[in-house]
């Protein structure tokens, strides 16, 4: 039989800072980052039927179905064998965690705890560059220019999801989803809780 995958998951509610910190490890020791988020935007962007369908939950700050998420990421996992993954965004719900369970070893699972307030405000402060994906923070990352991609020129826009009202959607559904997740990777290999209101602090 196969050798299970091998992965490293960051675990934490929208705006934790899992995109952050997932951008600063692969760089720093050269793991493959997997981003779930990024990974539904190819398919918006290509107008695939994932891509619709992931549209419209997103917007309404929903969570796309178990079964297009699952099948979207374990076959990017599967594709490439012999990487060390870098999880951000899956799994998360307790279905994920299993189907994930099945095909990978997780070596570590970092989870990361952030006061709702905090993440409220940075949800409120992201903007992105649309077709690069380049993330900017009003407080933590700023522009040169508000509202200005640095290195495109093109303007930046807050998402639908980070609005208010999809922005308190998802936090409260991470907070009813998250705990067997967590519990699951906690039983499945180290697992280390980084909590605070910043970033370079953890
Ligand atoms: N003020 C502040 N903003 C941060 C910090 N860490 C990350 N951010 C910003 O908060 C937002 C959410 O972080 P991100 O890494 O995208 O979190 P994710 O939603 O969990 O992937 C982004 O705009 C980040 O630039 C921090 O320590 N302080
Ligand atoms: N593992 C997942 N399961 C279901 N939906 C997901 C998953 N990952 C991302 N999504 C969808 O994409 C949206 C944005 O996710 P993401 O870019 O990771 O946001 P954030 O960085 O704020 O946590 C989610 O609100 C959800 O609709």
Redo the contacts with the bound molecule.
């Keep these: 039989m196969a050798s299970k995958l091998s992965c490293t998951d960051i675990l934490g509610p ?2 934790s800072g ?2 952050t910190v997932c951008q600063r490890s692969a760089q720093n020791f050269g793991l493959q980052h997997l ?3 990024h990974s ?1 935007q190819e398919n918006i962007k290509a107008n695939t039927e994932v891509g619709d369908m ?1 549209k419209q ?2 917007e309404k ?4 179905p178990d079964h297009v ?1 699952t099948h979207l990421m374990l076959s990017k996992l599967e594709n490439r064998h012999s990487q060390h993954w870098l999880l951000d ?5 307790l279905g ?1 965690a299993e189907a994930l369970d099945k095909i990978c070893d997780l070596d570590l699972a970092i989870i990361l705890n952030i006061p709702s307030e905090t993440l409220k405000d940075r ?1 409120g402060r992201r903007w992105i560059h649309p077709s690069s994906r380049r993330e900017y923070n009003l407080d933590f990352s700023p522009p040169h220019v508000h509202g200005i991609d640095d290195i495109a020129g093109e303007p930046s826009v807050q998402q639908e ?2 609005k208010p009202e999809a922005a308190a959607a ?1 936090l409260r559904q991470y907070r009813d989803m998250a705990k067997p997740v967590t519990e699951l990777c906690k039983s499945r290999g180290a697992c280390y809780q980084c909590s605070g209101t910043e970033t370079n602090n953890m």
């Design positions: 929208p705006g899992k995109g981003y779930s988020g539904l992931a939950y997103r700050g929903l969570l796309v998420i965004g899956f799994p998360r719900t994920q949800l999801d980070d998802r």
